[in-house]
């Protein structure tokens, strides 16, 4: 509950006047403070310092994968920090967590994806790919290939490569002078993605980036062969294939990796959120033993590129941890099978309330698009979140480019019960917004 020595008031004076949320509405939080003050976690569950209970929808940022409140990774965090909390990995220094996660991480990765550079998160996963693939041509001795093609809808983070790749033109048009050399592509059709190539040139790209599911743009499934179809084109045009895992590794779509649903490897895959399911700050980019070969065969000189927590002891031993109890919890199976009941429960209320279009989920990965472009009332999306947080469910719209979509993405532990219990409090709130309009 509140400390004593702060009254909740004195909390949300505070939050107005000296914190600058990310990704939030500015005039909002200046009028009303923060929506919760988050206070406990367990399970599926969050608890703010009134003592109200939600069910976490959205595993917080897509990354709570085994659930809050784990004291085992608390453990695993003291006893590391006991140890040795911190040391640089820069000039080949190194300590054993970040050995063994580079190692776990191998042997769980697609392909032949062997080598990791790690880094605080996914925005830093994003940018270190690109910088990594532009240096590979470099060192191939082919400059000039440098243009990093990405897809529409998507979402790479937020720092100025990843801003510059993300397919969400909002997010572009924050800043006024993006990054150099980045191409958006449709992101359903191979044959687009082919065009784009021809027409600016192979031998001036450098890679295309994709997520397996689009997660922040509104949950896209990609079609059955679409990076089948990916694969071959790069290979035909000597491009690098990088996956943007962030969101979609560690179990979220109910394999290990998203890209395992479609058959194929990457060159690249970037990494971060549930790969400590957020109890600890952790990216990375892992690279094709090929590519891996390359580098050592044709540097010369200094790696520059790194982060001061590149290889974070404290992070690596509680990703470590995490990654056991993905493994022994069976959780990967678990999203696998409660992702099909997911899906299962949104076509029910598809078919009930006339107002949703579509609905779809790969794991624990879905979407509720609704259908709502005669209304003069704009996206209702938004209406019916904070009706469903009312009623007890953190969930979120995507309202980008004209879109009007509810998405989730609970944890991976969560079971029926509780799938049950999301499915009713998503339906009411659809419910009681429709009968508004």
């Known amino acids: 509950m509140i400390a004593n020595e702060r009254t909740y008031q004195d909390l949300v004076e505070l939050d107005k006047r000296h914190f600058l949320h990310p990704t939030s509405p500015i005039q909002q939080q200046q009028e009303h403070g923060p929506a919760y003050i988050f206070s406990k976690g367990n399970g ?105 093609i990405s897809r529409i809808k998507s979402y790479h983070g937020v720092a100025m490569g990843a801003t510059s790749a993300t397919g969400l033109k909002p997010f572009r048009d924050f800043t006024n002078s993006l990054a150099p050399d980045f191409y958006h592509t449709d992101n359903m059709s191979a044959k687009a993605l082919e065009d784009v190539i021809i027409s600016e040139g192979p031998d001036t790209i450098a890679a295309f980036i994709a997520e397996p599911v689009q997660g922040a743009g509104g949950v896209h499934i990609a079609p059955e062969d679409y990076f089948k179809n990916v694969r071959t084109i790069c290979d035909q045009y000597n491009i690098l294939f990088i996956t943007d895992e962030v969101i979609t590794g560690f179990g979220r779509t109910g394999k290990y990796f998203g890209i395992e649903h479609y058959g194929v490897a990457p060159d690249l895959m970037c990494f971060a959120k549930g790969v400590t399911s957020g109890y600890a700050q952790l990216g990375g980019v892992v690279i094709s033993e090929k590519i891996y070969e390359d580098f050592k065969r044709l540097s010369t000189g200094t790696l ?49 309330r006339e107002i949703v279009r579509n609905v779809r989920a790969l794991g624990l990965m879905g979407a509720i698009e609704l259908n709502s472009q005669q209304l003069t009332t704009g996206p209702v999306a938004p209406l019916i979140v904070n009706e469903a947080a009312k009623q007890g469910l953190i969930c979120r719209s995507v309202v980008f480019d004209g879109m009007d979509i509810l998405v989730f993405a609970p944890p991976l532990s969560i079971n029926k019960q509780e799938i049950d219990r999301l499915v009713e409090i998503i339906d009411r709130a659809i419910y009681t917004i429709g009968t508004t309009l």
């Open 44 to 148: 599926v569950y969050l608890e703010d310092i009134h003592g109200k209970k939600v069910i976490d929808g959205m595993s917080s940022l897509w990354n709570v994968n085994i659930g809050h409140g784990r004291k085992e990774l608390g453990l695993a965090a003291m006893e590391q920090m006991n140890k040795l909390a911190f040391s640089s990995c820069f000039a080949t220094f190194s300590n054993e967590p970040a050995i063994r996660l580079a190692a776990k991480i191998a042997e769980v990765a697609p392909g032949d994806l062997n080598t990791t550079f790690f880094t605080s998160g996914g925005s830093e996963a994003n940018d270190t790919a690109y910088k990594l693939a532009r240096h590979y041509w470099i060192l191939r001795g082919q400059p000039e290939k440098k243009k990093i």
């Open 304 to 352: 520059l590129h790194g982060y001061t927590y590149s290889g974070h002891p404290m992070a690596c031993a509680v990703a470590l941890k995490n990654i056991e109890i993905i493994e022994n919890e069976n959780l990967i199976e678990n999203a696998k099978n409660m992702g099909e009941e997911l899906l299962k429960g949104f076509r029910w209320i598809e078919g009930e």
